[in-house]
């Protein structure tokens, strides 16, 4: 049975930092894309950054600069680093590898 859990979301000011982990159980990240999403009410999900075994291969263009992904091979899990954070940042974070989601993480960013 393939879980991914996310965790790491919470509550920062703006400016501030958070890093989102997403650790997998049955399945093998690095074969697969893997990628955070994010969604506000009322609001389709969007991209926000995907990796590959290459590497980073995408981020959204609001979150250049200010996020990075990345994984642990060793540990299955995957990483969104969250620097600068601003409050249109506010999400439920969301990770996804190939048909698996997870139950989402909130991140709050007040002004």
């Known amino acids: 049975q393939v879980q991914l859990v996310e965790s790491g979301g919470g509550w920062v000011q703006f400016g501030g930092s958070l890093r989102l982990s997403c650790a997998a159980s049955?399945?093998?990240?690095?074969?697969?894309?893997t990628r955070w999403f994010r969604q506000t009410s009322g609001m389709r999900r969007e991209l926000v950054a995907e990796?590959?075994?290459?590497?980073?291969?995408y981020y959204a263009e609001s979150v250049k600069g200010r996020f990075a992904i990345s994984s642990d091979d060793a540990l299955n899990t995957v990483y969104l680093q969250m620097n600068s954070l601003k409050p249109e940042d506010t999400a439920v974070y969301y990770c996804?590898?190939?048909?698996?989601w997870g139950q989402g993480t909130q991140v709050t960013v007040s002004s």
């Open positions: 049955g399945i093998v990240f690095r074969l697969y894309a």
């Open positions: 990796i590959t075994d290459y590497g980073p291969t």
């Open positions: 996804n590898t190939d048909t698996y």
